[in-house]
């Protein structure tokens, strides 16, 4: 079946590092790619998507590109801060399912240091 | 912002007791979900709603989880009896016809 699998955290970083969390996917065809984030004691939100090969996804100075050859999604930041710290979680929505059912890696725990 | 709403925030209950959560989705949302998510680990889809029928809810447990969304708005998620395992957040999301999901701040059950 679908799979997501992210790098195990915690990512300790130091303010305005460069961040990547790698995430590697395994589906048939051609998913639909997800980054949630987590804050402490809140539900998780959208941070980007990617719907087909090549796409790249930004928001908030966080990137990733859906790499169809490696089955990938890393998400990057070139200059975290500390208010990133959270939770990120990958996720896939399956080739053609109805309705977004969403599979979700185990999260990575991301704690940035003033 | 409209958001999704969830109760109670906090539960303890013993081991062979009931318990219920309950969830409001953000006005207009035809779908919803309920999701598990152990300490630790991603969230995992127990039960999917389009308006008040079950899509999916292959992986809830039904000797124990039922699930309902009597008038297509609001939703409850019970279990009963709980057990050890069932210590987890729960986490309840929705959405306009299969787009973005929004997620509530969950439910974090403990089980004594």
């Known amino acids: 079946g679908d799979s997501v699998t992210q790098m195990e955290g915690p990512v300790t970083l130091s303010e305005e590092a460069f961040l990547t969390i790698n995430c590697t996917y395994t589906?048939?065809?051609?998913?639909?790619l997800f980054w949630y984030v987590q804050y402490p004691g809140e539900g998780l939100q959208l941070l980007l998507k990617?719907?087909?090969?090549?796409d790249k996804g930004s928001n908030k100075g966080f990137e990733a590109t859906y790499r169809k050859e490696t089955t990938s999604f890393h998400l990057e930041k070139g200059s975290v801060q500390v208010s990133d710290s959270a939770v990120y979680f990958c996720?896939?929505?399956?080739?053609?399912?109805?309705?977004?059912?969403?599979?979700f890696g185990g999260g990575t725990r991301v704690l940035v240091k003033p | 912002e409209a958001e999704v709403a969830q109760s109670p925030r906090y539960k303890i209950t013993e081991k062979s007791q009931a318990v219920a959560f309950w969830c409001d989705p953000i006005s207009g949302h035809a779908t919803l979900y309920w999701y598990r998510q152990i300490l630790g680990q991603g969230p995992e889809l127990l039960v999917q709603?389009?308006?008040?029928?079950?899509?999916?809810d292959s992986q809830l447990p039904k000797d124990r989880f039922s699930a309902e969304r009597l008038k297509g708005v609001d939703s409850t998620l019970k279990i009963q009896p709980a057990e050890l395992g069932d210590s987890a957040m729960y986490l309840c999301?929705?959405?306009?016809?299969?787009?973005?999901?929004?997620f509530g701040p969950g439910t974090r059950l403990t089980v004594t």
């Open positions: 709603f389009q308006d008040e029928s079950v899509v999916d």
């Open positions: 996720a896939l929505n399956p080739w053609g399912a109805a309705g977004n059912k969403l599979t």
């Open positions: 990617a719907t087909k090969a090549d």
């Open positions: 589906a048939t065809g051609y998913p639909s």
């Open positions: 999301a929705s959405s306009l016809a299969g787009d973005e999901q929004y």
